[in-house]
């Protein structure tokens, strides 16, 4: 308990509206940078809730475009996306994964964040407003759209997880080959070894040009998977795209859904209605920042794998692995908590 | 509850409760009872009772509820007297209602051993054990009131200081998550009354 300063009120029973006496913070401890960012994060978040519905209540008793609550969404939605979560967990994992333009990583940033600004309307204003469901009974909903999205979370995972120790094990195999080419002993061995996979696909190669084509098929075979194979990419990697959006934006953010709701039951539909797109504008402001930061990532990287070196293709795997498994562990996590989810009554 | 990108909105509190206090004073200057009311949030206030379709009985229910589930935690209020903690008689006036769409509970709560503010200071702090609720003194209109008090009784308001770990870690926790009933007090303001 630190200092204790009194009011300086002269009668005793007269208490000024919300006088509070600030006590100077006289021990700053040190903490983890991760925990200050956390809770300065969540702090800011707890205050955006209660001046969210501070404007709304005051709109409620007064005639206004509310240019105040427009803006109070838009800088939720802008530090909302800031704080760590699954949305940008699988849109940086499945960027720094994937070969793409930079532009695919704005507009994926982008229709998550406006999905799920529309997700929030379509549940609150479309099951209480038209349909005529309880305030909590949308709570439910949300609880359902959002299992929607872990399980989307954790195929996206999976996908990437499954894609990663493909490409890996493919560097591997050529690795081996390549040190297997030194030795020439061992060579004939690891050829035949290929020669049967790579058969299947490919009906071209000869079998008279076994050693002067070897290096060439090998290296085929395990790095690129031929173009059979990449067809099945772009296709995965489309699936993959819209699982990563939809991941994202079928996960109605509380704060949507707390202002909706609220604006449902003040009769301020519109009100609410455009406080959440601005919330979506903010979200997708950070959110593209975020992508953009991960496909330079992705192609500072792939400029250090275009080197070949062996310690950096295998990192870019180990990436997919590791983001990959997280995913899909989130997702089932996520999933698993979520059914025991439920209202509780103060006490 | 969902939330955007971040999970840290499922975490504590979810919901908060304006608090106000009126502590009452006997003629001989001692301190007899404390009323207490609690204004719930708008959201917590129509998840609740679906605002419009709130009729008198279901309030009543509610507050049934809350009054024996809080009976368990000393109706989220603590009080330090020279190093004991105060202990109270049954709630009395228990009333329910709706302010501006917002749920309102009141209840008087009676001290058993009366406290005098003028032999040491009094030391209070409100909480929700579990930090679902955050419980802070309201900001507009008086929230703490010495009713009757003797000239020269003051209050003061610490605010809550909790360090950054533990608001990080009371983030971390999910809706169903608790992290234990001693987690509220350590978000809880401390206030002080002396008589001098």
């Known amino acids: 308990m630190g200092a204790v300063t009194f009011s300086a009120g002269s009668h005793a029973t007269v208490s000024l509206p919300g006088e509070k006496v600030v006590t100077e913070l006289s021990s700053e401890q040190e903490h983890g940078v991760w925990d200050q960012a956390a809770a300065w994060v969540w702090t800011k978040q707890r205050e955006f809730h209660r001046t969210l519905t501070r404007e709304l209540r005051e709109l409620r008793s007064q005639e206004g475009i509310g240019w105040m609550l427009v803006l109070m969404s838009f800088l939720y939605g802008v530090l909302h996306a800031a704080g760590p979560g699954h949305g940008k967990a699988v849109l940086t994992t499945y960027l720094l994964t994937h070969r793409s333009h930079m532009n695919r990583g704005i507009a994926m940033g982008t229709a998550a964040a406006l999905l799920q600004g529309v997700t929030a309307l379509v549940l609150v204003y479309g099951l209480i407003g038209m349909a005529g469901w309880l305030p909590r009974e949308t709570e439910t909903a949300s609880l359902w759209t959002s299992r929607v999205s872990f399980i989307l979370l954790a195929l996206v995972g999976l996908y990437i997880l499954v894609r990663a120790v493909g490409a890996l094990s493919g560097t591997v195999r050529r690795l081996r080959h390549q040190s297997g080419h030194a030795h020439h002993h061992t060579h004939d061995h690891d050829h035949d070894h290929d020669h049967d996979h790579d058969h299947d696909h490919d009906h071209d190669h000869d079998h008279d040009h076994d050693h002067e084509h070897a290096h060439d098929h090998g290296d085929s075979c395990g790095c690129r998977h031929g173009p059979t194979a990449a067809e099945i990419e772009t296709v995965g990697s489309r699936h993959a795209t819209a699982g990563v959006v939809l991941a994202i934006g079928l996960r109605p953010c509380s704060g949507a859904v707390l202002v909706l709701i609220l604006a449902t039951v003040m009769d301020l539909m519109w009100h609410g209605a455009f406080a959440v797109l601005a919330m979506s504008v903010g979200t997708a402001i950070t959110v593209i920042a975020l992508a953009v930061l991960a496909t330079m990532a992705r192609d500072w990287a792939s400029a250090m794998v275009a080197h070949r070196s062996p310690f950096w293709v295998l990192a870019g795997g180990g990436v997919g692995v590791f983001g990959g498994a997280l995913l899909l562990l989130f997702g089932l996590l996520l999933l698993s908590s979520s059914f025991t989810t439920r209202l509780a009554l103060a006490g | 509850m969902a939330m955007c990108f971040a999970p840290g909105v499922q975490s504590h509190p979810h919901h908060w409760i304006d608090v106000f206090a009126?502590?009452?004073?006997?003629?001989?200057?001692?301190?007899?009872?404390?009323?207490?009311?609690?204004?719930?949030?708008?959201?917590?206030?129509?998840?609740?009772?679906?605002?419009?379709?709130?009729?008198?009985?279901?309030?009543?229910?509610?507050?049934?509820?809350?009054?024996?589930?809080?009976?368990?935690?000393?109706?989220?209020?603590?009080?330090?007297?020279?190093?004991?903690?105060?202990?109270?008689?049954?709630?009395?006036?228990?009333?329910?209602?709706?302010?501006?769409?917002?749920?309102?509970?009141?209840?008087?709560?009676?001290?058993?051993?009366?406290?005098?503010?003028?032999?040491?200071?009094?030391?209070?702090?409100?909480?929700?054990?579990?930090?679902?609720?955050?419980?802070?003194?309201?900001?507009?209109?008086?929230?703490?009131?010495?009713?009757?008090?003797p000239n020269g009784c003051r209050y003061s308001l610490e605010p809550p200081q909790p360090d950054a770990a533990l608001v990080a870690y009371a983030a971390s926790l999910g809706v169903n998550e608790s992290g234990g009933d001693e987690l509220g007090i350590q978000f809880a303001e401390t206030v002080t009354i002396r008589c001098e």
Not at chain 2, 77 to 100: S, T, V, W
Request: a negative charge.
């Open chain 2, 22 to 149: 009126e502590w009452q004073f006997d003629t001989k200057g001692l301190i007899d009872g404390v009323k207490l009311r609690w204004l719930f949030d708008d959201y917590y206030s129509i998840l609740l009772v679906d605002d419009t379709a709130a009729t008198e009985e279901k309030l009543q229910a509610i507050l049934k509820r809350v009054m024996s589930n809080t009976a368990k935690h000393h109706y989220f209020l603590r009080i330090e007297n020279e190093g004991g903690e105060a202990r109270f008689g049954n709630p009395e006036q228990a009333k329910i209602g709706m302010r501006d769409h917002r749920v309102e509970i009141q209840f008087r709560l009676p001290i058993k051993t009366r406290l005098d503010p003028g032999q040491g200071d009094i030391v209070y702090r409100v909480a929700e054990p579990t930090y679902y609720f955050e419980m802070l003194h309201a900001e507009e209109g008086a929230a703490i009131v010495l009713k009757d008090a």
